[in-house]
């Protein structure tokens, strides 16, 4: 059995490169599918996620290799418009080829999307939306076909669903005449995405603004980077404000940080912004820091939410958390608590009272942000911890442990005998690993 193991409470310090963006690359690489000559994509991060996509795009008839971090996408051999129920269930992002396949094929036939339990994940929105450029929709239990000649319209979001805005955008340019969509999510990662199309040609006018108007046009190839990611970003500032040390990222923009940054300010931390990135130097114990109340962007990422969560387990006071984007979200809270943290959930409200110490366990990665979560609250917490289910974190960070071993930590992935685990995790006294841990040869010699 495969885990990720830490020995926990010394600070991390030094200097991180943040990957690309993995909310980026995987709706890019969705519109690659729109681009009749090869595009070109940098920064591409190491992600299982990644691996489904380009996946997707063979199965449909494109060519794709991989160089390093750069992707070459050749989508113009794209014949089929089925994607498998296997694939569909591999990750949520697999129905962003929904909107591309339509304005390439004329239909589309797909199944639910997969990818992390946090609540009901409908796609109701992305359905309406499509419906309203023109697309005829049918489900067949847990398949769906959409078909039609799409026209172009004004597309209204009830809600700013990034998914949904993302869909549209890519259906859009199949259209015979320009969209306008309205209360459009605001993600940096789709204005990376719009920057992404403009380079293949498409026009697109509205960036950030929450009111998009996309005009309809073939698209040719290109050479794009990926921006950096903020989740992964506000993953190591957790890490290292969680253990009181101090950490210069490198290649992200602080602004799409800000929330964050604004909450490890109000904890005590000092936030620099660098010529390239911002650093931050923790206290040895943070402080509460109010309330943190998730939104759509400029809002509090929930995907910062849970990392966040696991930093603030030593604090001094409380910090109130909130969250409003998804419905179940708190999965990784029982783990936290087999460490010996002090949280006390109420349907959307977590309150987190900081106490003097928190100490290893086993725990059970429930999601992406929850395994990551695990791991901040390992790094922090005394003695020996083992966190199962690495196939949720490699979805989301390529290479966690090696990238948190340059500052410091003490991680390593480790292969085992199956454990037995108790449900949300067993605790570790202090001091007892409870686990006779091997080095795999390849981490043995990092
Ligand atoms: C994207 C991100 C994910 C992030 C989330 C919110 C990617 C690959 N994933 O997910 O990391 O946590 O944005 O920032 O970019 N909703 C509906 N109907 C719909 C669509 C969404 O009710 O048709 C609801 C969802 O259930 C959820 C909320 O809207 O409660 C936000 O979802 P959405 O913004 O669509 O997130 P995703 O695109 O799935």
């Given at each position: 059995m495969e885990y990720i193991s830490v020995t926990g409470g010394r600070p991390l310090q030094g200097e991180l490169w943040v990957s690309g963006a993995k909310n980026s690359v995987l709706p890019i690489l969705a519109a690659?599918?729109?681009?009749r000559e090869e595009c070109v994509i940098h920064?591409?991060?190491?992600l299982t996620d990644v691996d489904a996509a380009l996946e997707i795009l063979t199965q449909l008839g494109g060519k794709t290799r991989c160089v390093g971090d750069t992707v070459y996408v050749d989508a113009s051999s794209i014949r089929d418009n089925h994607i498998s129920k296997t694939a569909m269930a591999t990750m949520r992002s697999s129905i962003l080829f929904l909107g591309p396949l339509l304005a390439r094929t004329g239909s589309c036939s797909l199944y639910r999307p997969g990818g992390c339990q946090l609540g009901e994940r409908p796609i109701d929105l992305h359905l309406k939306g499509l419906h309203t450029l023109g697309a005829e929709i049918k489900w067949e239990e847990d398949h769906l076909t959409c078909c039609g000649k799409l026209k172009g319209g004004t597309v209204v979001l009830p809600y700013p669903s990034v998914g949904a805005t993302e869909n549209l955008i890519l259906a859009a340019l199949g259209g015979d005449s320009p969209t306008i969509i309205c209360n459009a999510a605001r993600e940096p990662e789709i204005g990376d995405l719009i920057g992404f199309l403009r380079t293949c040609g498409a026009e697109i006018d509205g960036k950030d603004t929450g009111t998009l108007r996309i005009m309809p046009g073939k698209l040719h190839g290109g050479t794009y980077t990926v921006m950096a990611d903020r989740a992964e970003a506000a993953t190591w500032l957790s890490a290292v404000a969680a253990t009181g040390g101090s950490v210069s990222l490198r290649g992200i923009r602080p602004e799409w940080l800000s929330p964050v940054l604004s909450v490890y300010r109000i904890a005590g931390c000092r936030i620099r912004e660098t010529q390239n990135g911002v650093a931050l130097d923790a206290p040895e114990r943070l402080k509460g820091a109010g309330v943190i109340r998730t939104a759509p962007y400029p809002g509090f990422p929930t995907d910062a939410q849970a990392p966040v969560m696991a930093s603030f387990l030593q604090s001094r006071g409380i910090t109130v958390f909130e969250e409003t984007v998804f419905s179940q979200r708190y999965r990784h809270v029982p783990a936290l608590k087999s460490m010996g943290a002090d949280i006390t959930t109420a349907s959307s409200v977590a309150v987190v009272t900081g106490v003097a110490k928190t100490y290893g366990a086993d725990m059970e990665s429930t999601d992406l942000r929850g395994g990551a979560a695990m791991v901040v609250a390992a790094l922090a917490g005394h003695g020996q911890s083992r966190i199962f289910g690495l196939r949720h974190i490699r979805r989301g960070y390529g290479d966690m442990t090696g990238k948190l071993r340059q500052l410091g930590a003490e991680i390593w992935e480790q292969q085992d005998e199956p454990a037995v685990l108790s449900q949300g995790g067993k605790h570790h006294e202090q001091g007892s690993t409870g686990a006779t841990l091997r080095k795999t040869p390849a981490e043995g010699t990092g």
């Open positions: 690659s599918v729109l681009c920064g591409c991060p190491q």
